[in-house]
């Protein structure tokens, strides 16, 4: 009896945990612990779950795992294995989607350990696309005559013609730093701004025009607003003086871009330059500089936009971000001295900016009915009507 | 960018959440059936309303303070007092725009949106008396790193909705369709939270990178796993209770953080 009890508990033992025992342990499974160590940042762990999951030919996500065993190793703290496993998954599984990020981390390693050389290859254009070259003009041989001799120290002709912006003289073609990156390979934008920003604030000279040309020639606005915020971060004279160039050069919403990000992280001379780029910019990127120069709650500046710009809109704007800018007096000389086409405005303007006390006058004296129409109704939404 | 200069204004969300008046609420209505792209903004709003009636109010601000609530609220609404429209601020792409205004109004509800119409932004103290006749005053910028805290509170504000959508999500009852578009957005916030995360390490704010870098993990989790069954929701829900994500997120965007 004891025995047939035996055996039916082996049996049932064996048929309830028969597939358990016969599956492989860990593929996917594995590979969910080591995120789970991962979230709790117990990176020995994962990097011993990551490596069991990397070597195991049937885990189904190996390039995923590839790439979470480098972040692993980078956060315990030893850079040199993340490398070598960011080169393992480029050279394993080189179309992964896990490739992308594995190289921002190369470029953040290599900015750690101040690996320039690494960074200039990343950061590198890639060489423009060969021409095609016209058919040189046949040229009969000459039958009898000798092999006219080489000249001894004339240079080669290059097969292709030099890259518009890329030449020896400015800055040579950076060589391939083996080690850490065994495959040769062209980085797109956006990882070349991430080395461009690990390398502007030591060579600022050679960084800016590669950001200017980003911004200059991209058509993804995106990477452009990129370019421009590395730029505008980096704190250098020269870079904001780039900015203002693509505020005033680049297309219409990269100019945009740059008034923004100058009015965000402009100096002392913002002001200045906000002004210049108005001076000859498009409906759309003036009213940016309107918002910019109402971040910067500079009235001054405001007033002269709101006197002088002949577009109403625009015009209205400016006179309305003063009031979000609390610029009381100035609306108050507007109202009396400005266009009376503009008197809606400014009673915007000044409901905003919670003059009660213009409000009120307006309200009582002003000619225009719908003008003091308006002005009640801004003070009934202050409560004071 | 676009053409059409209704989708340039607040209309669209002043008529979805039903605060055009009666006139301006026919006029939108005629002109949404002329114009894809508004009726596309519209959309968006609905499914972001639909995708945040699930969610409980972990972000809504601590009680008594909501100063940078009413802020970003009257970021969201600054226009409508204008009687010409004013572009926003963070406006990376129409959708995402239309997500940040409409996360911040459903949060903050319709009484709410009221009182900021009636509240606008204090008034700033500089430049309050500068005259007209005065010449331009060269101001003392603005700090670049406020401002960069500033911009990281946006980025933040922004990948709020992806984190919220992941975190309360039912992991019995999602499919894999149902968050593709957390996973979508996700992807297309990678790029600038890695940016910002850097940029922060550069300079020193360490909360603010380990944020960013939190946020970074489960973008990069959701965007680009292969998987997007159960267990993988459940995980990256996990990923975010550990890291204390959303608490995170939201000291940060109040400003107290950073």
């Known amino acids: 009896m004891n025995i047939k009890c035996f055996a039916a508990a082996l049996l049932a033992i064996a048929f309830t945990a028969g597939p358990a025992l016969a599956a492989p342990p860990g593929d996917s499974q594995r590979l969910g612990r080591a995120k789970d160590y991962i979230a709790d940042e117990q990176w020995a762990h994962a990097i011993a779950e990551l490596k069991a999951a990397v070597n195991d030919p049937k885990e189904p996500s190996r390039d995923e795992a590839l790439f979470w065993l480098a972040h692993s190793e980078y956060q315990a703290g030893d850079p040199a294995a993340a490398i070598e496993t960011v080169a393992r998954l480029e050279r394993d599984f080189p179309s992964s989607r896990w490739v992308r990020p594995a190289r921002s981390l190369r470029v953040e390693i290599a900015e750690r350990l101040r690996r320039d050389d690494v960074l200039w290859y990343v950061a590198t254009p890639p060489p423009p696309p060969p021409p095609s070259l016209p058919m040189p003009p046949r040229v009969p041989t000459p039958v009898a005559q000798p092999p006219s001799p080489a000249p001894a120290a004339a240079p080669l002709a290059p097969a292709t013609p030099a890259p518009p912006r890329w030449t020896p003289e400015a800055a040579p073609l950076p060589e391939q730093p083996r080690a850490w990156i065994p495959a040769p390979f062209h980085a797109d934008t956006d990882l070349r701004i991430e080395a461009l920003s690990s390398l502007i604030r030591d060579h600022p000279d050679r960084v800016i025009p590669l950001l200017k040309d980003i911004a200059l020639d991209n058509d993804d606005v995106s990477e452009a607003r990129r370019a421009i915020f590395v730029l505008a971060q980096s704190g250098q004279p020269a870079a904001r003086r780039t900015i203002v160039d693509l505020a005033r050069e680049a297309t219409e919403t990269v100019r945009i871009a740059a008034v923004r990000e100058l009015g965000r992280f402009g100096g002392d001379e913002v002001t200045h330059q906000l002004l210049r780029v108005y001076a000859d910019a498009t409906p759309r990127v003036k009213r940016e500089v309107v918002i910019s120069l109402g971040d910067h709650a500079d009235a001054a500046a405001l007033v002269r936009i709101a006197r002088t710009e002949s577009d109403a809109t625009l015009r209205d704007t400016a006179i309305i971000t003063l009031g979000r800018a609390g610029a009381r007096e100035p609306l108050r000389t507007l109202y009396a001295d400005g266009p009376r086409d503009a008197r809606h405005a400014v009673v915007t303007a000044l409901f905003s900016a919670r003059d009660v006390e213009e409000l009120t006058r307006i309200a009582n004296t002003d000619p225009d009915p719908a003008v003091r129409r308006d002005a009640r109704e801004r003070l009934r939404l202050l409560g004071r009507r | ?258």
């Not at chain 2, 972001?48 to 969201?76: H, I, K, N, T, Y």
């Not at chain 2, 430049?127 to 331009?136: L, M």
């Open chain 2, 1 to 258: 960018m676009t053409a059409c200069d209704w989708f340039d204004s607040p209309r669209v969300a002043l008529y979805f959440y039903g605060e055009l008046d009666p006139a301006e609420r026919e006029r939108m209505a005629a002109h949404l059936r002329e114009c894809a792209e508004c009726r596309q903004a519209l959309e968006d709003l609905r499914v972001v309303r639909e995708a945040l009636a699930r969610q409980p109010r972990v972000d809504a601000p601590p009680a008594g303070d909501w100063s940078g609530f009413m802020r970003r609220l009257e970021l969201a609404t600054s226009a409508t007092t204008a009687s010409a429209p004013v572009s926003h601020r963070s406006r990376p792409t129409p959708v995402a725009a239309w997500i940040a205004i409409a996360a911040t109004l459903v949060l903050a509800a319709g009484g709410v949106l009221f009182v900021a119409r009636a509240r606008p932004t204090p008034a700033a103290p500089v430049a309050a008396r500068t005259t007209v006749t005065a010449p331009p005053v060269s101001r003392p910028s603005v700090p670049a790193e406020a401002a960069f805290k500033t911009l990281s509170e946006q980025h933040l504000e922004r990948s709020k909705l992806v984190v919220l959508g992941l975190a309360t999500r039912d992991p019995e009852t999602t499919r894999p369709a149902d968050w593709a578009y957390e996973r979508t957005l996700a992807g297309s916030l990678l790029t600038d939270t890695r940016l910002y995360r850097r940029a922060a390490q550069d300079r020193g704010l360490t909360n603010v990178a380990r944020v960013m870098g939190d946020l970074e993990v489960v973008l990069l989790e959701t965007s680009l796993s292969d998987h997007a069954d159960r267990e993988s929701l459940e995980r990256v829900q996990r990923l975010i209770r550990r890291r204390d994500l959303l608490v995170k997120m939201r000291v940060m965007g109040e400003g107290s953080g950073l």
